[in-house]
């Protein structure tokens, strides 16, 4: 690999860091360990061909152009943490990423109803909802044209300007604190 091709592929992982909280090629690799999946099963999952999932994880792609996809991404992030916290089990799991597969994106909320075939009891994780957030912003913009956006804004919006700033690019858990503040 050339200096540009280095060049090229640092890049790419940075966007995705901005992007996804990480390089896609860690965020896939501990899916991969977490589900017990292989490549090819995870890129079938994610409704993904096998190159361009080798494609993203390598740094050759940056983006992830479809939001249904980045949605069964934060599915399957948060399915590895319940098999890793024992509240699923492998057969349970296995079950769940077929629905996650046949899912088209949409909601969370839409998304857990069609796996468990009912309503959900109680409303979302705030987590979750704030997660749904980003990845809904996250899918239209990178982070740095995000807070370009707010910028631009801030002066007659500066309560729009934050929210983008803080869903768009902030961190997880500063947009959980923030959504708690703005509930009551």
């Known amino acids: 690999m050339d200096a540009a091709q280095q060049e090229a ?6 966007l995705q860091r ?21 490549q090819a099963r995870l890129a079938g ?16 792609r940056a983006k992830i152009g479809n939001p249904a996809v980045v949605q069964r991404v934060r599915l399957l992030q948060d399915l590895a943490a319940q098999v890793a916290d024992g509240s699923v ?24 109803t069609q796996q468990t075939g009912a309503t ?23 982070a740095g044209d995000i807070i370009e956006a707010a910028e631009q804004i801030g002066q007659t919006h500066p309560e729009l300007a934050e929210f983008l700033r803080v869903y768009g690019a902030g961190r997880t858990a500063d947009a959980v604190a923030h959504y708690q503040v703005h509930q009551s």
């Open 9 to 14: 592929t640092a890049r790419a992982r940075e």
């Open 18 to 38: 901005n992007w996804y909280g990480e390089p896609l090629g860690e965020l896939f690799r501990r899916l991969i360990d977490d589900l017990g999946l292989n």
């Open 45 to 60: 999952v994610l409704g993904l061909s096998a190159p361009m999932l080798s494609q993203l994880m390598s740094g050759q």
């Open 89 to 112: 089990s492998a057969a349970e799991a296995a079950e769940r990423m077929e629905e996650i597969k046949k899912s088209q994106g949409g909601s969370m909320l839409s998304v857990a």
């Open 120 to 142: 959900p009891v109680g409303a979302p994780t705030v987590k979750r909802v704030v997660r749904e957030i980003q990845s809904l912003l996250r899918s239209l913009a990178a």
